[in-house]
Structures are given as structure tokens and as C-alpha cells.
């Protein structure tokens, strides 16, 4: 739903499919009146969760993409602009053990550039990402260590690497 000012309706749309339960998790306004909404997205009566990735553009801009893998359960949470203009997701690729990922999506057609996997321990999942005074980036989550759950706190460098 989009409305003005004056809080009238200008436009309403829902987005998904029929045939998948999709949750929405977090929105990006970059500035431009453009918003980018990132969803959880899994086939009903099936596995193959992926995420959705949707831009409603002011300016005509729109796209709507799945990104991961078949025979791949993937779950995300949060979605920030990177300094480049572009998408970073913080993901989890929780098929067999858990594995923490970070998914890099242009903006202007939301094409993937790149996947980075980060192989911590099997219960480590992240759940958030932001920048860093750096231009690096912080990710945090949980691990679950000796039937402990603890925080943690990554802190990335600018190619994405600890």
C-alpha cells in the first residue's frame, strides 16, 4: 500500500504467489522513493524455501526475484544498502547444518553478484547486518555452543571477509 501526504490511498498491490507462504522480514527505502521489501518464501507442501526480493520503484523501476538454490532451504532477515548502491542480505542456508551467508543483489534489476559463505559452527545463524564506520560491515546472530546460546558479533572488511 502507498499513500500520500495526506494518508489517501495512491495505490495498494499485494505481492507473492498463491502456490508459497511468504513472510516479509525487512524494507530498505534508499532515498529515492524506491523501497525494497525482502521475504521468506517457501513453496506450499514442499521444501526449497528462498528468498524474494522485491523493489517497488517510484519510477518504474520495479523487479520481483527468488534467489537460492533447489533442493536448498534458505531463510533471511535482514536487507540493507551497501555503499555501492547495491543490496546486502544477511541469510542463513539452513538445508542440512546451518550456514550463515550474505547474498550481494544489484539494484537496478536485482541481478545476484555474489554469494559469501561464512562456515562458523553448525548452530550459528545470523540474523542481522549493517555498515561499519569502515566501510566494513557488522553481522550479528546467535550460536549455540555446549547447550548454550550466546551472541555474537562479526565485523567484516570491506570484501567481506572476517
Known amino acids: 500500500m502507498r499513500i500520500d501526504t495526506t494518508g489517501d490511498t495512491v ?11 511468504e513472510i516479509g522480514y525487512s524494507v530498505v527505502n534508499n532515498g529515492n522513493d524506491n523501497f525494497i521489501i525482502l521475504r521468506n518464501s517457501t513453496p506450499i507442501g514442499s521444501g526449497d524455501a528462498k528468498i524474494r526480493v522485491i523493489k517497488i520503484g517510484a519510477d518504474d523501476s520495479s523487479w520481483n526475484n527468488l534467489y537460492g538454490a533447489t533442493n536448498y ?3 533471511a532477515y535482514k536487507i540493507i544498502n ?31 553478484l555474489n554469494t559469501y559463505d561464512y562456515n562458523l559452527n ?33 565485523k567484516l572488511d570491506t570484501a567481506f571477509e572476517q
Open 11 to 21: 495505490w495498494t498491490f499485494q505481492y507473492g504467489r498463491d502456490s508459497y507462504n
Open 73 to 75: 532451504d534458505i531463510e
Open 82 to 112: 551497501d555503499y555501492g548502491g547495491n543490496y546486502i542480505i544477511a541469510a542463513n542456508d539452513v538445508t542440512d547444518d546451518i550456514n550463515p551467508k550474505l547474498y550481494l543483489i544489484e539494484d537496478s534489476v536485482g541481478r545476484l
Open 122 to 154: 553448525d548452530d550459528t545463524k545470523i540474523f542481522s547486518i549493517d555498515t561499519a564506520f569502515d566501510k566494513g560491515y557488522i553481522v550479528a546472530g546467535y550460536g549455540i555452543c555446549n547447550n548454550d546460546t550466546d551472541g555474537f558479533v562479526m
